[in-house]
C-alpha cells in the first residue's frame, strides 16, 4: 500500500483547484469529485496490475487522472482496451452505490445530486476523444487496430487537436468566463503539445520494448514489402502494434531476400546500423 501510495501525485492544477474551493467553502464538492477520481483510476490501476503491466505512477487532475506505464504500446489490443475500459466502468457502481444510499437514507437529496452531477460530468469528460483522456486513448487504439503506430500516434494527436480547439471555441462563445474550463483546455493543449513534440521518443520506446521482447504474444502475422534501397528506419516506421512482420525485400519488383522483424531491430539497435538500406542486412551468397 505504501508503494502504490508513493507514485500517486496530485498535479499543480489540482492543488490550485483545492485552493480555490477551501476560499469560496466548496470543500464538500470538492471532495465528492476527488473521490470519484481516486476510485477511476483505481479501476486503471488494479486492471493494469492485473495483467502484469508495469505502472510508474498515477498523476490525480481535476478532472480525473493519467496512470503512466512502462508497455508503450506493445501489449495486446484487448488488454489496453480493459485496461481503458476499467476506469470508466467505476463510475457505474458509483452511480448504484449512491443511489442505495439515498434510498436508505444515508444520502440526503441535495448531496445525491451533486454527487451525480459530478460522477457524471467527470465520466462524461473522460470519454472524450482527446488524447490522453481515456476517450482519446480509446481513439488511439482504434487508429492502431488499422495503421502503423507511428501514424496511429499522430493521427490520435491531430484529432485530438481539431476536437479541442472547437470545443474552445465553443467555450468561448457561450462560457467566456468558466475558468475551470479554460484550465482544463490549458492543460489537454499543453499535454498534446508536449505529446507531438515526443512522438518520435514514444515511437522508439515502442520499438524498443519491440527489441526486448517485452511485449504480448502477436495478434496477427502482416508481411511488409520494401525495395532493396529502403532505409531501415523507414520500414521500421511501418510497424504496427499487434502484428508480427516479416519483410519482404525487393530489386526491380524482384524479390530479394527476407528479413524478421528482430533482424531489423537488432541491426538498427545492437548492431548501431541507423543508416543502414535493406540490402545491407540480407545475407551475402
Not at 474552445?168 to 475558468?179: I, K, N, Y
Not at 511488409?224 to 529502403?230: D, G, I, K, R, V
Amino acid at each position: 500500500m505504501n508503494k502504490w501510495m508513493k507514485n500517486v501525485h496530485i498535479h499543480p492544477l489540482l492543488w490550485g483547484v483545492i485552493g480555490v474551493c477551501l476560499l469560496t467553502g466548496t470543500f464538500l464538492p470538492l471532495l465528492l469529485a476527488f473521490t470519484v477520481i481516486v476510485v477511476h483510476e483505481s479501476g486503471h490501476v488494479l486492471a493494469a496490475h492485473a495483467l502484469g503491466w508495469r505502472v510508474k505512477k498515477v498523476v490525480l487532475l481535476p478532472f480525473g487522472g493519467v496512470a503512466e506505464v512502462d508497455e508503450h504500446g506493445n501489449r495486446p489490443l484487448r488488454e489496453e482496451l480493459l485496461v481503458v475500459l476499467a476506469g470508466p466502468l467505476q463510475h457505474l457502481w458509483l452511480f448504484a452505490a449512491a443511489w442505495l444510499a439515498h434510498e436508505g437514507g444515508i444520502l440526503s437529496s441535495g448531496l445525491y445530486e451533486s454527487f451525480w452531477d459530478i460522477n457524471m460530468a467527470i465520466l462524461l469528460f473522460n470519454l472524450l476523444p482527446v488524447y490522453p483522456l481515456d476517450g482519446g486513448k480509446l481513439l488511439m487504439l482504434l487508429f492502431s487496430a488499422a495503421k502503423p503506430f507511428l501514424s496511429a500516434f499522430r493521427l490520435v494527436i491531430l484529432c485530438s487537436a481539431c476536437l479541442l480547439f472547437c470545443l474552445q471555441m465553443t467555450v468561448f462563445f457561450f462560457f467566456p468566463f468558466h475558468l475551470q474550463a479554460w484550465a482544463l483546455f490549458f492543460y489537454l493543449g499543453w499535454t498534446l503539445w508536449r505529446a507531438w513534440k515526443e512522438k518520435r521518443y514514444a515511437f522508439m520506446r515502442f520499438l524498443l520494448e519491440r527489441h526486448y521482447g517485452n511485449k504480448g504474444a502477436a495478434g496477427f502475422l502482416k508481411p511488409l514489402t520494401a525495395p532493396s534501397e529502403e532505409p531501415v528506419m523507414n520500414v521500421l516506421e511501418r510497424f504496427q502494434r499487434n502484428a508480427k512482420h516479416i519483410v519482404y525485400v525487393t530489386e526491380g519488383g524482384k524479390k530479394q531476400g527476407r528479413l524478421d522483424e528482430n533482424e531489423l531491430l537488432y541491426a538498427y539497435f545492437s548492431e548501431k546500423k541507423t543508416d543502414s538500406r535493406l540490402k545491407d542486412l540480407l545475407p551475402v551468397d
